[in-house]
């Protein structure tokens, strides 16, 4: 099939790639000029495991291209998937320009009935909204129909081309069999529904695992008051398959490009139909607390912050991905800074742009001199480091792993206090 996919970030470029890997042919479009460039010169513009193969694969065999022009993409394209960025307005609100600027140049583009479906994140009747707007550019016939996104960066290509359910929400019988022929090689559950119902199943998703991950943070601080290990909880309530044992994972709270966004519209949501959605609005309290309890307790260790070096490890908002969109590491950083602290980060992959914050090259650096270490991040090279010269290098002996990431025993063989989430502290001396 000829598919187009307009917004080449994360979720398109990774839609695009493994849609041109099932055999369709794919035309990815992007407003942005330098990453169609990159792309052209077979540069990806983002960290994705196993993406830049999958990509140069399908180059090399004619299946994928990039442009930023509209009308090299749209025309002939059974099917427009659109993966452009909905970020929070101001408000909380979601932010459809992008989505209605796609919209306006589908329409504009259409020569023949085509499907568009809604990949990005959208509030409810957005599936409606880009109808209007399509129509007021084209005479053609199309259906516009909700197809909401589940992969998670780190592991993007893997959960697209192995799905847990694929979601096709519109009342086109039409646009139904379209979209079953665009996905009729990946075998997981298709769900059909109404739009309406399928662009909010995406946001209740979102919201009810971010509720989950501050309800495991909720315990894990209680683990701290009555002496528990909030991992063995976390195991004991897991292995019920009615609660399951993924997002069960103490730590700093929930960030990235998705959840907060998401959360944040799904209580606007409420808002706008009259209801207080206290459970949402408690998930998110959490959260912020999750982040600042981790610098109260770098507080309470060291004195007043003031002067005082912290090297933070991890700016990511997860491991394995470069992405630092509301990453809970950079609340932890200008929280520290915020309270006179020096800070030095150091990520694997992630690159931020805070003068105040030296970025160096290796974790040691990070801490070279540093009365403490924060772990912000979940990546493989933090959990194996060697202590002892971590040790060394730095001036005091302070590790908050705000990931639970480090074994207890070595932390403190190699001389350190070690401070986790939900689980017993480790102190030197004691
Ligand atoms: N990142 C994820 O893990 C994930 C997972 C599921 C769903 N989603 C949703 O998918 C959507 C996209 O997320 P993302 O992380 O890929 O965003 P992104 O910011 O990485 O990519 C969006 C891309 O759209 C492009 N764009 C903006 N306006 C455009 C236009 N009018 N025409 C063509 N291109 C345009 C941007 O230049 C950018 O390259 C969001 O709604 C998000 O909530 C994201």
Same mark, same amino acid.
């Given at each position: ?51 830049? =193969?999958?990509?140069?694969?399908? @180059? ?13 993409? &749209?025309?002939? @394209?059974?099917?427009?998937? &659109? ?14 320009? %992008? ?5 306006? =140049? ?6 023949? %009935? ?68 665009? %996905? ?7 769900? =059909? ?95 912020? +607390?999750? !982040? ?5 307790? *770098? ?30 590491? *950079? ?36 801490? !070279? ?28 002996? +302070? ?32």
């Amino acid at each position: 099939m000829k598919v187009a996919v307009v917004g080449t970030g994360y979720v398109g470029l990774v839609s695009g790639a493994c849609l041109a890997d099932l055999g369709h042919e794919v035309i990815c479009i992007d407003t942005d000029a330098e990453k169609i460039a990159k792309l052209e010169a077979g540069i990806m513009p983002i960290f994705e495991q196993g993406l830049e =193969e999958v990509v140069k694969r399908n @180059a090399k065999a004619g299946r994928i291209r990039f442009t930023t022009d509209f009308s090299l993409g &749209v025309p002939g @394209a059974e099917v427009v998937s &659109v993966a452009v960025g909905t970020p929070s307005a101001d408000d909380g609100s979601v932010d459809m320009k %992008y989505v209605d600027a796609a919209a306006a =140049e589908i329409g504009k583009n259409l020569s023949a %009935y085509a499907v568009i479906a809604n990949k990005s994140t959208v509030p409810v009747g957005t599936a409606e909204r880009v109808t209007n707007i399509i129509r007021q550019h084209t005479e053609q016939e199309f259906d516009v129909v909700s197809n909401p996104e589940f992969l998670r960066e780190g592991t993007a290509v893997f959960d697209f081309s192995k799905p847990t359910r694929i979601i096709i929400g519109t009342d086109s019988e039409r646009a139904r069999e379209v979209m079953r022929k665009l %996905y009729a090689h990946i075998s997981c559950q298709k769900i =059909e529904t109404d739009a309406v119902s399928a662009e909010l199943t995406k946001y209740a998703c979102n919201t009810f695992l971010a509720t989950k991950i501050s309800f495991i943070n909720e315990v894990a601080h209680l683990s701290e008051a009555v002496g528990a290990d909030v991992e063995a909880v976390a195991a004991g309530m897991g292995s019920d398959p009615r609660i399951g044992k993924e997002f069960l994972k103490a730590g700093p709270g929930w960030g990235g490009g998705c959840f907060p966004k998401d959360v944040r519209a799904f209580l606007k949501l409420g808002e706008a139909h009259g209801h207080a959605m206290p459970l949402t609005n408690a998930a998110m309290a959490m959260n912020k +607390l999750a !982040r600042s309890r981790i610098v109260d307790r *770098l507080e309470r260790e060291l004195g007043s912050l003031t002067g005082k070096k912290i090297g933070v490890l991890g700016v990511a908002f997860k491991g394995n991905t470069d992405d630092t969109r509301e990453s809970p590491a *950079l609340d932890i950083i200008n929280e520290c800074l915020r309270r006179g602290a020096v800070v030095a980060v150091y990520d694997p992959q992630a690159r931020f742009g805070d003068g105040a914050v030296a970025q160096v090259d290796s974790l040691f650096e990070a801490a !070279r001199d540093a009365e403490a270490l924060v772990i912000a991040t979940e990546w493989e090279e933090f959990r194996t480091l060697d202590l002892d010269k971590m040790k060394q290098t730095m001036a005091g002996d +302070l590790i908050m792993d705000a990931r639970n990431l480090l074994d207890a025993d070595a932390a403190e063989r190699s001389g350190f206090t070690y401070l986790r989430v939900g689980r017993k502290e480790k102190r030197k001396g004691i």
